[in-house]
């Protein structure tokens, strides 16, 4: 059996809580850094944690601001949160002050009823001479959604692996505030009716070469995501009889609350039962480790690659329900074992009533968590 | 569980035998081509309906290996009809199929094609190219599955004629040689395809051949050979969701199509009532070369209502005959009509109840005394249908009042006049009064079942899960496999109310929708339960007038007033979901209407009738301000809860 190369792992870079702030002021202070700092407007109250933090550790650092602008339509569910959007925004400007560039770009979620955001995102660096001044690139996606940020790192990560680009050994961080309550009370509205394929994963789903090969799915699971999950299954059920859909659902655990899983088993049980899921093909990542989940579904990606190539192979896709920091393991394994990544686009979100109450509060419980994914280390 | 009710197989692939979809499948669908055997081969035909309308299983019957499999058995009771019509409709020629059935589903990447940093003309050439590559490989595929053979493994036994070659030159797409160098081929370009739609850049694209048309619908029969023998079949080419395309994708596309081809050609899409894609734009002036299929519309049709509710019931028993576990020959059985002891103490309390009431009247109008005694000399042993009756009365006395004063208050009336005035509208209204005033189930039975489908296959299976899973967990508990009346209503209500509260996370504009939605059932329910019943037996739905349709779907209209733009995409999503089914063309107040009639569904959350009929037209700036504003608190509706 031939040795699985893995990029990040056993090897990986993960920082988080207090760990972070100080790896930062170690970083920054270690040498003069070039820094763009990618990061979503949004009302998410978590939007500027990571950049205030990062700031706040070494203020003399070169750094550069893009701020991805969602235009989600006119009649978004989301436009209800504009004032916290542009209060958010306002508070980045005044972190940023006259010390550092700020770019403002606007990004097109929708094209009538067609997806287009996660493109859009990644023409951001389709000129890799966008990327070369700097010496790190760090995309903050705490209040980005998973439609932008799968494909915008990915570019990024195609561009730094071009020949002339990896020499110049740009670093590629990514930065989350996580809250792992919060992302169960904001909600995802006006669903798409069909799930697609994220822009730069489509891998080898639609391709007559493997059309008949079979389905594995690893979706990582999340709470309330039920409607999103069964959408999802629509998309890669086979339109033509006799066609398999092997299902190997990810769970976090272990969990900071440690009946998470449980419940997540209770809510799903009908989607366990209907799709015979046996319980050998659950996985369990760790509920705070990205690189856990990218070691976990890229590890049962290669064994299935093993075990199914005397019949031609397997097409593997990946869909992340869950917090955003699972979703970076997910869009890791995706990436590197060249896995598709369905979702389901929605048209805004909602925080729900009780969470608008205590919004001040938000923000309080959350984690920054940095993760390494390109440049010195893996040198 | 999920293998246990027969009713959750809700798509077609999850049954995993052709055998099993053909006996789960209504061959009365087929009826809808009824009249057309000659023009569905030679003709474009479109196909429409809302999602799980049934399109997708309709195109799926004509692939090879489903026909081949019902002609395999064909002289089995149970698929003897459905062979039968396919015959009818000249599928089968010399014990083989006539046709060789490709199924080409429009999925998302077409409309991807336009996100392309290129020129449009570049775009369209790459769009016809894709789909003339699926096109090729459905080809094989088919003719592998006629002749049974291994794909990809035995493709080099098929070729294409040499008179394809011929005809013009299409060694751009087809190389010369047998299947499997035209496969490689249409492989290696489509992978080249589908990377730079993946990818920010169009590297490539100069070794990829751009097309302009359509030469794959070209291939006529005895153009395809298998082991040097030409296959005479005709090739039917079904693009299935065709409105996943852009609206662009999708004019070039039918605009090629309706041309003249020796392929069959249908198209199934989602059906859209406002709008420009309602209709194909030809450059000509000469009549439509297409023929169109609103698939619930030809459902609610008086004249093929009663195929489609047969349909309902045929697909229905198939399933309760599939599974072990309850024993039924049909699923009616299983549902009980009778009323449980409570509901007739119920009815029997409604009729003290009325009477007392006209007692009262006819003390006041003594002209109505001819009219009681008419109805109560009746002798109704269903004491439902009697308290019914009783009611309908009270409510033509009402109208009668309402409509005339008079002098003569005693002045007897004669039952001939009561007789005019009363219609099975009344008496429909009748029993709803009396169910929502004494409480009573109105929602159950198999009658029901097929009328909440809003002709939708998948709704009405969705809500026969619900039951079956009901009567799963009797047969669990050791009880009577008969589900009452109250149980029966308890579960529809629950799903219609399920139903209108996914549609916020269901689609797209759905916050907006549920608003418009809440808004036209609350002044639906105030106008059926007036006094008089005015719209007998109620008021299922609204209207905007042509003009205003015309005005909805209009860039112009919309660019001087904005503030309808979002009533326009809410109502096209509505419409395209089966939310609202439209009725195009309805005459009134000498102009005609688009009538939008809530989901059957939606009826019963409303405590609505079930039949169509009654509605009433609005202007754009009400149906604007229910958009915008939320309904009224409908306390009353909780006394439907049917136990």
Not at chain 1, 271 to 291: G, L
């Amino acid at each position: 059996m031939a040795v699985r190369e893995m990029r990040w792992w056993p090897n990986y870079f993960l920082q988080k809580g207090k760990n972070f702030d100080g790896f930062w002021q170690r970083y920054l202070s270690s040498k003069q850094r070039n820094i763009l700092y990618v990061l979503g407007k949004g009302f998410d109250p978590r939007m500027n944690c990571g950049i205030a933090l990062i700031l706040k550790a070494n203020s003399d650092c070169r750094l550069t601001c893009m701020v991805i602008n969602f235009e989600e339509g006119k009649y978004s569910p989301s436009q209800a949160y504009m004032n916290k959007v542009n209060s958010n925004f306002n508070e980045l400007k005044k972190l940023l002050g006259d010390q550092y560039d700020l770019i403002d770009e606007d990004i097109a979620m929708l094209d009538g009823k067609k997806r287009i955001g996660g493109r859009r995102a990644a023409e951001l660096f389709a000129d890799r001479k966008k990327l070369t001044p700097y010496t790190d690139i760090i995309v903050d996606i705490s209040a980005m959604p998973r439609s932008i940020f799968f494909p915008l790192i990915n570019q990024i990560l195609i561009v730094l692996a071009y020949n002339d680009i990896r020499e110049k050994k740009i670093n590629l961080h990514v930065v989350v505030a996580e809250d792992f309550s919060q992302d169960i009370r904001t909600s995802a509205k006006e669903l798409d009716e069909n799930a697609s394929y994220m822009f730069s994963f489509f891998a080898d789903m639609e391709l007559e070469s493997h059309a008949d090969s079979p389905i594995i799915w690893f979706p990582v699971l999340g709470e309330g995501k039920q409607i999103q999950i069964s959408t999802i299954y629509k998309l890669l059920e086979p339109r033509i009889f006799n066609r398999e859909i092997e299902v190997c659902p990810v769970l976090p655990f272990p969990s900071r609350n440690p009946k998470r899983v449980d419940n997540l088993i209770m809510e799903y049980h009908r989607f366990f039962v209907e799709h015979n899921i046996e319980s050998r093909n659950v996985i369990f990542a760790d509920e705070q480790n990205p690189f856990d989940v990218y070691h976990q579904i890229r590890n049962a990606g290669l064994h299935y690659d093993v075990a199914l190539e005397p019949l031609g192979g397997c097409r593997k896709v990946v869909s992340a329900t869950s917090s955003k920091l699972l979703s970076l393991g997910a869009l890791m394994a995706a990436r590197e074992g060249k896995m598709a990544v369905a979702f389901v686009g929605s048209q805004g979100y909602t925080l729900d009533k009780k969470e608008k109450e205590k919004e001040s509060a938000i923000g309080d419980d959350c984690e920054l968590f940095e993760i390494w994914i390109n440049g010195e280390p893996y040198f | 569980m999920g293998e246990e009710n027969p009713f959750r197989l809700l798509k077609m692939e999850q049954i995993d035998r052709e055998s099993n979809f053909h006996f789960l499948f209504g061959y009365q669908m087929l009826q809808i081509f009824e009249g057309k055997a000659g023009s569905i081969w030679n003709r474009l035909q479109i196909i429409r309906s809302a999602p799980g309308g049934g399109k997708t299983s309709l195109l799926n019957l004509f692939t090879v290996d489903s026909l081949l499999g019902i002609y395999k058995y064909r002289n089995n009771e149970d698929f003897v009809n459905l062979f039968k019509t396919l015959d009818k409709l000249g599928v089968y020629r010399d014990d083989e199929p006539a046709i060789l059935g490709v199924y080409l589903p429009c999925t998302q990447t077409f409309s991807r094609i336009e996100d392309l940093n290129a020129e449009q003309e570049v775009r369209d050439r790459l769009f016809f190219s894709l789909i003339n590559i699926r096109a090729l490989f459905g080809v094989l595929r088919a003719v592998c599955s006629l002749f049974q053979l291994d794909y990809p493994r035995e493709v080099n036994l098929v070729g294409l004629d040499q008179k394809c070659y011929e005809c013009f030159s299409r060694d751009k797409l087809l190389p010369h040689g047998n299947g499997k160098t035209l496969l490689e081929k249409g492989m290696e370009i489509e992978r080249k395809i589908i990377e730079m739609i993946d990818s920010v850049n169009l590297s490539g694209i100069e070794d990829i051949p751009l097309l302009s048309n359509l030469p794959m619908w070209q291939i006529a029969p005895n153009c395809l050979n298998y082991n040097g023998g030409n296959i005479g079949a005709r090739i039917l080419f079904m693009l299935d969701d065709v409105h996943e395309l852009t609206s662009h994708q999708r004019s070039l596309l039918l605009r090629e199509l309706e041309r003249n081809y020796p392929t069959a050609r249908w198209v199934a899409e989602r059906y859209e009532a406002l709008g420009a894609a309602s209709e194909i734009y030809t450059a000509s002036t000469k009549e439509r070369e297409y023929n169109v299929y609103k698939i619930e519309q030809w459902a609610s049709d008086q004249r093929s209502k009663g195929l489609f509710r047969k349909g309902l019931g045929h697909i229905a028993d198939r399933r309760v005959n599939s599974q072990k576990i309850i024993t039924a020959s049909t699923f009616e059985y299983l549902l009980s009509e009778e009323l449980e002891k409570k509901h007739k103490e119920r009815c029997n309390r409604a009729i003290d109840s009325i009477s007392l009431r006209l007692r009262e009247l006819i003390c006041k109008e003594k002209r109505f005394i001819p009219w009681i005694e008419e109805v109560e000399s009746i002798k109704v042993d269903d004491v439902y249908k009697r308290v019914s009756r009783l009611r309908a009365l009270e409510i033509l006395i009402q109208r009668k009042i309402r409509r005339e004063q008079t002098l003569f208050p005693d002045y007897a009336l004669t039952t001939l006049e009561m007789d005019k005035m009363d219609s099975a509208s009344v008496q429909t209204a009748g029993r709803l009064f009396v169910s929502k005033e004494f409480k009573i189930p109105y929602y159950y039975g198999i009658k029901t079942l097929k009328q909440i489908s809003s002709g939708n296959i998948e709704q009405f299976l969705s809500v026969c899960g619900d039951i079956f899973e009901e009567l799963l967990a009797l047969n669990t508990l050791r009880k009577s496999i008969n589900i009452s009346i109250g149980r029966q209503q308890s579960i529809i209500k629950r799903a219609a109310k399920i139903y209108l509260e996914q549609l916020p996370l269901k689609m797209a504009s759905g916050v907006a929708l549920r608003r418009l939605i809440l808004n036209i059932g609350d002044f639906s329910r105030k106008r059926t339960f007036e006094i008089t019943a005015p719209y007998a037996p109620g008021i299922t739905g609204i209207a905007i007038s042509d003009y205003d349709q015309y005005r909805l779907a209009d860039e112009d209209f919309l660019g001087r007033y904005p503030k309808y733009r979002e009533l326009s995409a809410v109502l096209r999503d509505a419409i395209a979901n089966n939310v609202l089914e439209p009725r195009p063309g309805q005459q009134c107040k000498g102009q005609k209407w688009l009538v939008l009639y809530l989901n059957r569904l939606l009826c019963v959350h409303f405590n609505l009738p079930l039949e169509y009929g009654g509605w009433k037209d609005q202007d754009l700036g009400k149906m604007n301000l229910w958009l915008k504003t939320l309904a009224p608190e409908q306390k009353s509706l909780r006394w439907m809860e049917g136990s």
